[in-house]
Nanobody
């Protein structure tokens, strides 16, 4: 198991940027696939973007392509979500998730594939 703690959320205006971080602790020697999900009020939690353990493969939702970028620093056990050109529809609680991937390049979009979750961080985009 790995413990995940998100940070970096906040309030930003339309068109602005935010950078979220997710720090992992615990069994960090295991090769986890990492992803970000989000949940807006009254909606289901949805996949945003993910990255393989080696960082050589990513997967992202169509709604964030070209605006959001994911990266990771395995030496620091941290994954980052750079969010640019933010829109009010991006307002949600953002969750970091980890999946035991054994170094696989596959980055699934289904939340059922991820067994470890952080507590979430609020992102609010004002119009």
């Amino acid at each position: 198991q790995v413990q995940l703690v998100e940070s970096g959320g906040g309030l930003v205006q339309t068109g602005g940027s935010l950078r979220l971080s997710c720090a992992a602790s615990g069994r960090t020697e295991i090769r986890y696939t990492m992803a970000w999900f989000r949940q807006a009020p009254g909606k289901e939690r949805e996949f945003v973007i993910g990255i393989s353990w080696s960082g050589d493969n990513t997967n992202s939702a169509d709604s964030v392509k070209g605006r959001f970028t994911i990266s990771r620093d395995n030496a620091k056990n941290t994954v980052y979500l750079q969010m640019d050109s933010l829109e009010p529809v991006d307002t949600a609680v953002y969750y970091c998730a980890a999946r035991l991937g054994y170094g696989s390049r596959w980055v699934p979009a289904s939340r059922d594939e991820y067994g470890n979750w952080g507590q979430g961080t609020q992102v609010t985009v004002s119009s």
